[in-house]
């Protein structure tokens, strides 16, 4: 596969960039549940364009990484030689949010991964993946997401999980968003502020355990759309 410049074609003025009204944000398209995230951000103010190729990453204002099998899609990134232009994206402060899958790749480490498995990384957490267990594959729940549900107005957010990660631990300066409560999973009520971190944000990353692109509620994606935005 031939090698281009994810340099845009019109050179860069030396002030700071600036973000259009509509940014423009990727969704990597190697696997996963892409037209339900084209979907949800171009409800959310922006415009989507899926993402296979190398070149298709220039002038990205915002990567969305989809939910799947972090897996293959680490696999399909290699094979498609998009894993090291992407992290030098990260690297570079480009916003990027990732859901469930996304979430696994963005983390710095992971528990349970399968042999050989990498990330992109840029996150300084530890996400465990299939960490709900065979029991709970797949649930919902009503969860307050920080920055969203506590708006003026806001309520909280119906969050889908599907052989979802958690997130072990966190590294100072990364913001906890969302934390499920035990009872979601196992009928045990533990007490607020307790539970498995399911939402964060470091710096231009998002990440969220849970699917938001497939409830018709964007707000995820418009918090999303608001860091591309701020950038
Ligand atoms: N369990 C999957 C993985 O390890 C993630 C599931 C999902 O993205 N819905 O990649």
Redesign the pocket.
Known sequence: MTSLSVSPAVPRSSAAPTVPAMPTIGVLALQ??VREHVAALEAAGARAVPVRRHRELAGLDGLVL????????DKLLRIFDLRDPVRALIADGLPVYG???????LANRIVD??DGQQTLGGMDVTVR??AFGRQVDSFEADLNVAGISDLPGGSPVRTV?????WIEDTAPGVQVLARIPQHATDGAQVPAGAGRIVAARQGNLLVTAF?PEITGDARVHELFVSIVRER
């Open positions: 996963g549940d989809p939910g799947g099998e972090s897996t293959t899609i859901s469930c899958a996304g979430m696994i790749l991964g399968s993946r299939n999980f599907i052989r979802a990660p699917h």
